[in-house]
């Protein structure tokens, strides 16, 4: 099992510019989760989905932020115009439904740099 | 109400010490509790969950967590601290299909 899949794993832009997160969750898990990690926030949950179908975005700090799961494999978080302070860690994490004691499994980040 | 309360962001130890990192969560949610190291520049990974099984859980790298109902705590603990062990701690909890996570506690080892 690959785990839980995130690209790029580092992006460099400057302010103003269109980001696009990438993440593949691990085959047969239904829930996916996207993540943003700061020194001065620490670990915020953007948004949710279940069955590919958002389910809690509250955490989507503005409309610059969008997120999409087109199909059980694939997600997509996407700023548009990112700004400097958009600048983090964002983990995606993926999990199943069938037993609550299974875990979140979480990829390895996109570390994002707005300059 | 937090789901899930970590007491102390940061922890230090000596080399070889007890690590004792507390975890506190919430009487109003069911136990499905996990703890989480994440490394420097490096993913969130599991290091041990809570199943019913046993209330004393066992996982990587020598740590223990205990489930105390009557405490409402899940504290993470190993007895001899490596330098290694050097990394940020979560303590999280399930709800239906969602997960709280608490604060984190950087956990440092002083050799």
């Known amino acids: 099992d690959a785990g839980v899949i995130q690209s790029p794993r580092h992006e460099v832009t400057e302010m103003g510019q269109e980001v696009t997160l990438r993440c593949k969750p691990i085959?047969?898990?239904?829930?996916l989760f996207w993540y943003r990690q700061t020194m001065m926030r620490g670990l915020e949950l953007l948004i949710y989905f279940n069955n590919n179908v958002p389910i809690d975005d509250s955490g989507m700090p503005e409309d610059r932020f969008s997120a999409k799961m087109p199909n059980a494999s694939f997600s997509t978080l996407k700023i548009q115009p990112s700004e400097p302070r958009d600048s983090a860690v964002y983990f995606c994490?993926?999990?199943?439904?069938?037993?609550?004691?299974?875990?979140?499994?979480f990829g390895p980040g996109t570390r994002l740099t707005v300059l | 109400a937090q789901s899930v309360t970590q007491l102390g962001s940061h922890v230090s130890v000596s080399e070889g010490a007890l690590v004792l990192l507390r975890c506190n969560y919430s009487s109003s949610v069911p136990p499905y509790l996990f703890w989480y190291v994440q490394y420097p520049n490096q993913g969130l990974q599991l290091l041990l969950k809570?199943?019913?099984?046993?209330?004393l859980v066992k996982g990587i790298n020598g740590f223990e967590a205990e489930f105390k109902k009557s405490e409402t705590s899940f504290h993470l603990t190993k007895p001899s601290a490596h330098m290694s062990d050097a990394a940020e701690y979560f303590c999280a909890v399930r709800t239906g299909n969602q997960f709280y996570f608490g604060t984190g506690t950087s956990l440092t080892v002083i050799p």
């Open positions: 809570y199943t019913s099984a046993a209330t």
């Open positions: 085959s047969g898990h239904n829930s």
């Open positions: 994490a993926s999990s199943t439904n069938n037993d609550r004691y299974n875990e979140q499994f």
